[in-house]
């Protein structure tokens, strides 16, 4: 072992945050540095006198393509099975015909929109569409793009937002050094690296037993003249919940009548983008509200296709302040880019056009609904076992959470469980309220196109005998599986 590599190991720091011992021999790196630092080649599948290769650098010459799939592929064996990944939102399953355009479409890359016009029209179809499935009051001609995730989208709701703000006030010659941003302290974690990232001081509205969710009062409590903007979420990442996005924009409308501060909104619809309009048509949280300047959503989630693909579009083109598009010449064209990223793959793009022309709205509604049935029913059969409690039931997005009651035992927790379902091979995220609910323990599980019926009830059997196991203890579970088991999303 080098120098370098054993100082990394004794390291007590990642990413800036102190590691406490028992996490350490989590980390991806200090696990590499514990396993032999050659990999061993099964003879049967390497060539003659091929029997290691480094683990951690670059050998010096290559090898066969099947050897390299096989170690490869032997690898990642240990990976958990995606489809029973109740952890992830994001797609598991696409049906053969929509697998076999990815095959053939996978070395399109997004930003070549000259090389590649059909590609780059359909992403702008993709647009119209969701401007109008949103009630844009201008779907034909406001601004919108695609982009790797709602990671991204996010990034460039808050970078509009920010903007918007600075122009204001820099045209009424005021100060622009202090922007804040106003969320729940539920937000995913994208929102905390926005406002790191990009210099905007967070204003938690804290969630707390008796507020569980984003609230008026408390974003009214929040605001004032430097914030640049009020994000709600239309299913939230710990519960699936939506939070109460036309009260909020009503409050921001009263506060606007009488002192005269226009705060905007932005929808982190990252899950409720797709499920909203179909399952939920008469709700109102989009653009109908004009204080929602504009709308994020992760195609990859309940757009229904594979990891790779978000989109954002705002209300109308003047929201996007236009100083922050760029006009590159070297495509070939003249063309307009609004993106993190310049190269991103292409084929997610036209995945999602698939499900467009597949689906329709009503396929849309028939697959959220199936999982939704799914979610309720899960939700229901675990209220009834006894010892859990529902935070949710799936009756937003088909997304469900559940606490142990206080009472129901001293000898195991959620994390336990966590781990012994993954003993059926079922991965099901334990983890802990954010900051002043933190003690609280919640298990989540999302529903997906592929989680079907049967797989539900099959989960429900295995979920008891985990529970009926555990059960069984009797005294305390004897190890500190917070951080050993942990696993989340
Ligand atoms: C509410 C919310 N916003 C943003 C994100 C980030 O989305 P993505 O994984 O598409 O980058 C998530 C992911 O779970 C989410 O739940």
Redesign the pocket.
């Known amino acids: 072992m080098s120098k370098d590599r054993k100082a990394d190991t004794q390291s007590d720091t990642y990413g800036g945050k102190e590691i406490k011992p028992d996490q350490q021999q989590r980390l991806p790196h200090h696990m590499e540095m514990e396993l032999p630092h050659e990999l061993s080649i099964n003879p049967l599948f390497a060539r003659e006198g091929e029997s290691t290769i480094p683990r951690l650098h670059l050998a010096d010459g290559g090898m066969l393509p099947e050897t390299a799939y096989q170690i490869v592929h032997d690898e990642i064996t240990l990976d958990g099975n995606a489809r029973l990944n109740l952890a992830t939102?994001?797609s598991t399953w696409m049906e053969p015909a929509a697998e076999r355009l990815y095959a053939q479409s996978f070395d399109k890359n997004m930003i070549d929109k000259d090389e590649y016009p059909q590609t780059a029209q359909i992403e702008e179809r993709c647009v119209r569409i969701l401007a109008d499935l949103w009630h844009s009051p201008e779907p034909l001609k406001t601004m919108g793009v695609s982009t790797?995730?709602?990671?991204?989208?996010?990034m460039l709701g808050g970078l509009a937002l920010k903007r918007r703000w600075q122009n204001a006030r820099e045209k009424e010659g005021k100060p622009v050094d202090l922007p804040n941003i106003v969320f729940s302290s539920a937000?995913?974690?994208?929102?905390e690296k926005f406002a790191n990232y990009w210099e905007v001081e967070p204003r938690y509205v804290k969630v707390t037993p008796e507020h569980p969710q984003l609230n008026p009062e408390g974003v009214l409590a929040a605001v004032d003249e430097n914030t640049i903007g009020v994000v709600a979420?239309?299913?939230?990442?710990y519960t699936g919940l939506y939070e109460p996005i036309a009260a909020i924009a009503k409050a921001l409308d009263e506060l606007q009548e009488k002192s005269g501060l226009n705060i905007p909104m932005h929808v982190?619809?990252?899950?409720g983008g797709f499920i909203a309009p179909f399952l939920q048509p008469d709700l109102v949280w989009d653009f109908q509200l004009p204080r929602v300047k504009s709308i994020?959503v992760?195609g990859?989630?309940y757009g229904l296709v594979y990891p790779g693909?978000?989109w954002i579009i705002w209300r109308e083109a003047k929201d996007l302040p236009e100083e922050l598009i760029f006009r590159v010449s070297y495509l070939g064209g003249n063309m307009p880019t609004f993106a993190l990223n310049f190269s991103r793959p292409g084929a997610q793009v036209l995945l999602q056009y698939y499900n467009y022309l597949r689906l329709g709205k009503e396929g849309y509604y028939e697959v959220q609904k199936a999982s939704q049935n799914v979610a309720l029913f899960l939700s229901k059969e675990i209220q009834n076992m006894g010892p859990f409690e529902l935070l949710s039931d799936g009756s937003d997005i088909p997304v469900f959470a559940w606490r142990l009651r206080d009472d129901a035992t001293s000898h195991w927790t959620l994390f336990d469980l966590s781990r012994q379902m993954r003993v059926f091979g079922w991965q099901v995220p334990a983890y802990p309220l954010p900051p002043d609910m933190e003690t609280v323990t919640i298990m989540r599980v999302v529903v997906r196109n592929g989680f079907s019926m049967d797989l539900a009830h099959l989960f429900l059997v295995n979920l008891k005998q985990a529970v009926a196991f555990l059960d069984t203890l009797d005294a305390p579970m004897p190890h500190d599986t917070k951080y050993d088991n942990g696993f989340h999303?």
């Open positions: 939102f994001v790797t995730g709602s990671s991204e989208a996010c937000v995913q974690v994208v929102w979420i239309l299913g939230e990442t982190d619809a990252a899950s994020n992760s990859h989630k693909l978000g999303h």
